[in-house]
T-cell receptor
Framework: LAKTTQPISMDSYEGQEVNITCSHN???????ITWYQQFPSQGPRFIIQ???TKVTNEVASLFIPADRKSSTLSLPRVSLSDTAVYYC???????????FGAGTTVTVRA | KAGVTQTPRYLIKTRGQQVTLSCSPI?????VSWYQQTPGQGLQFLFE???????NKGNFPGRFSGRQFSNSRSEMNVSTLELGDSALYLC??????????????FGPGTRLLVL
């Protein structure tokens, strides 16, 4: 089971880029990396998923180095509404060995 | 399209009681997964149901059980409640089984307090 580690908190200002790195040293060959965003009193919301290299969608980018032992979620030009907890999830479906990170609280200030 | 709904949203029980939580997935979604979220342990996978069958189970005692109906709605049951079962219970649905490769959509959760 891949143990995931991510920073507890990060502070940023509006308009800046926020990068959150998740460490998963013993990631397995067929594990995927998924990031979720969670606001208070709500369930997590899917942000982005990747297996290797770089993935980009309309809200974020995910960078995964060749050894896949870490991954970095990049949020471009954050706004106040991006203040939330961000979770890294590493796992695979065939045997459901899932490992959520403890979450990174991102606080965006004006 | 309506999102994932969970009922009830809040629940207070006492030790030793049992509780049943309900989850209605997004229309057309056939897979439902359950998670427990606590400040100490974070998000932990409980189990996944697909086509009325439990596909996988996390590392939880047998007091935690679930089922899925033919309309994909799912229920989760916890028997002989303990104080440590106080948590936010989240349900997530996806089109197909395999909640990793498939995009999961989470409900708002049921907050359970055990006294």
């Amino acid at each position: 089971l891949a143990k995931t580690t991510q920073p507890i908190s990060m502070d940023s200002y509006e308009g800046q880029e926020v990068n959150i790195t998740c460490s998963h040293n013993n990631i397995a060959t067929n594990d995927y990396i998924t990031w979720y965003q969670q606001f208070p009193s709500q369930g997590p919301r899917f942000i982005i998923q990747g297996y290797k290299t770089k993935v980009t969608n309309e809200v974020a980018s995910l960078f995964i180095p060749a050894d896949r032992k870490s991954s970095t979620l990049s949020l471009p030009r954050v706004s106040l509404s991006d203040t939330a907890v961000y979770y890294c999830l590493v796992g695979r479906s065939n045997d459901y060995k899932l490992s959520f990170g403890a979450g990174t609280t991102v606080t965006v200030r004006a | 399209k309506a999102g994932v709904t969970q009922t009830p949203r809040y629940l207070i029980k006492t030790r030793g009681q049992q509780v049943t939580l309900s989850c209605s997935p997004i229309s057309g979604h056939r897979s439902v997964s359950w998670y427990q979220q606590t400040p100490g342990q974070g998000l932990q996978f409980l189990f996944e149901y697909f086509s009325e069958t439990q596909r996988n189970k996390g590392n939880f005692p047998g007091r935690f059980s679930g089922r899925q109906f033919s309309n994909s709605r799912s229920e989760m049951n916890v028997s002989t409640l303990e104080l440590g079962d106080s948590a936010l219970y989240l349900c997530a649905s996806s089109l197909e089984a395999g909640a990793i490769q498939e995009t999961q959509y989470f409900g708002p959760g049921t907050r359970l307090l055990v006294l």
